[in-house]
């Protein structure tokens, strides 16, 4: 069980016009960004009822422990050495004390307006919908420094149905508690830190969309995901983000149902067709398309072979044939 380290010296000073909502905020070993993070969310015009961290690093972090505001927000310290982003998501789920619930992650900056656009935005739309926002890279923090990722279009869309891509963002999300409840929560096979290292959300937004709920992209609702990595970087995410998505593709392969089947043959192409133009301008991002494109089929063929086989049904998970 995570260990639960409750900050005082928050007060009620600054009453919100917002309902009761908890703020989900996931972090492992990046105690620099998670410290800036929270800062930017306590520095907002709205603020969440709580503030649930759930901090899956090796060590506690002694800022946070410490941390005193004056605002109506109650910060609630949740460590924890379980490992695995769709894990730490359903440990902050269950720890929430509100029905409101909404995320983001340790490696973010947020807009003064930023909370209260993504929890209005939803109340709008009611508990049938799920809201997502726009999320624009800073500016790198080093040469060559990149953030993944992103989201920039400006025009406002809904998305019901089968969309033939992802439009759910797990690090600038909206949602009431019966709607992730009635779904089984996040897949803890997906996510940063499992075995699947990505795609919890995308897993997550398809069978929200299968079970007929709504995806609203709201671009106000705006944060900067912190572009912290180095162009070498473009190797290892590309392996961690195929491993995630070719798993998650793999989870709803069927021959009777081929939408899965041909989104995963388009994603393969779409990298295969960009690695030429790359491979002499952007060689980092051109390796990236490659290792990609082996890590999609590894992460694939390994879900395919161990989830379907052992039956390991984790929270969220179809029950296989």
Same mark, same amino acid.
């Given at each position: 069980?995570?260990?639960?380290?409750?900050?005082?010296?928050?007060?009620?000073? +600054?009453?919100?016009?917002?309902?009761?909502?908890?703020?989900?905020?996931?972090?492992?070993?990046?105690?620099?960004?998670?410290?800036?993070?929270?800062?930017?969310?306590?520095?907002?015009?709205?603020?969440?009822?709580?503030?649930?961290?759930?901090?899956?690093?090796?060590?506690?972090?002694?800022?946070?422990?410490?941390?005193?505001?004056?605002?109506?927000?109650?910060?609630?310290?949740?460590?924890?050495?379980?490992?695995?982003?769709?894990?730490? /998501?359903?440990?902050?789920?269950?720890?929430?004390?509100?029905?409101?619930?909404?995320?983001?992650?340790?490696?973010?900056?947020?807009?003064?307006?930023?909370?209260?656009?993504? $929890?209005?935005?939803?109340?709008?739309?009611?508990?049938?919908?799920?809201? $997502?926002?726009?999320?624009?890279? =800073?500016?790198?923090?080093?040469?060559?420094?990149?953030?993944?990722? =992103?989201?920039?279009?400006?025009?406002?869309?809904?998305?019901?149905?089968?969309?033939?891509?992802?439009?759910?963002?797990?690090?600038?999300?909206?949602?009431?508690?019966?709607?992730?409840?009635?779904?089984?929560?996040?897949?803890?096979?997906?996510?940063?830190?499992?075995?699947?290292?990505?795609?919890?959300?995308?897993?997550?937004?398809? /069978?929200?969309?299968?079970?007929?709920?709504?995806?609203?992209?709201?671009?106000?609702?705006?944060?900067?995901?912190?572009?912290?990595?180095?162009?070498?970087?473009?190797?290892?995410?590309?392996?961690?983000?195929?491993?995630?998505?070719?798993?998650?593709?793999?989870?709803?392969?069927?021959?009777?149902? /081929?939408?899965?089947?041909?989104?995963?043959?388009?994603?393969?192409?779409?990298?295969?067709?960009?690695?030429?133009?790359?491979?002499?301008?952007?060689?980092? /991002?051109?390796?990236?398309?490659?290792?990609?494109?082996?890590?999609?089929?590894?992460?694939?063929?390994?879900?395919?072979? +161990?989830?379907?086989?052992?039956?390991?049904?984790?929270?969220?998970?179809?029950?296989?044939?």
């Amino acid at each position: 069980m995570p260990k639960v380290l409750r900050m005082e010296g928050f007060s009620t000073l +600054t009453p919100s016009s917002l309902p009761p909502t908890s703020l989900i905020l996931c972090s492992r070993n990046r105690p620099k960004p998670l410290f800036d993070c929270v800062q930017s969310i306590l520095q907002g015009e709205d603020l969440p009822t709580e503030l649930c961290i759930i901090d899956q690093s090796d060590a506690q972090h002694p800022k946070l422990a410490a941390l005193k505001i004056n605002r109506a927000c109650e910060i609630r310290y949740l460590w924890t050495r379980s490992v695995g982003l769709g894990r730490a /998501r359903n440990a902050g789920i269950a720890a929430a004390r509100h029905d409101i619930l909404a995320f983001t992650d340790d490696d973010v900056v947020v807009p003064s307006t930023w909370f209260g656009s993504l $929890t209005r935005a939803l109340v709008r739309a009611g508990s049938r919908a799920v809201v $997502t926002g726009r999320v624009l890279p =800073t500016v790198p923090e080093m040469p060559g420094g990149f953030a993944p990722s =992103t989201k920039i279009e400006e025009a406002p869309a809904v998305y019901e149905g089968r969309v033939g891509k992802d439009v759910l963002w797990g690090n600038n999300m909206a949602i009431y508690r019966s709607a992730i409840a009635s779904i089984g929560g996040f897949d803890e096979c997906l996510g940063a830190g499992s075995r699947f290292p990505s795609s919890e959300d995308n897993d997550l937004g398809f /069978r929200l969309l299968e079970e007929g709920y709504r995806i609203i992209y709201v671009p106000e609702a705006m944060l900067y995901h912190r572009a912290w990595r180095s162009k070498q970087d473009h190797v290892s995410l590309g392996w961690s983000y195929g491993r995630g998505q070719g798993a998650y593709y793999a989870k709803y392969l069927s021959m009777r149902d /081929r939408y899965m089947l041909r989104r995963m043959i388009w994603d393969i192409m779409h990298h295969v067709r960009r690695f030429p133009g790359r491979v002499w301008r952007q060689p980092y /991002r051109a390796c990236g398309d490659a290792v990609y494109v082996f890590a999609l089929a590894s992460g694939g063929i390994e879900w395919l072979l +161990t989830q379907r086989r052992s039956g390991d049904i984790s929270p969220g998970s179809p029950q296989h044939d």
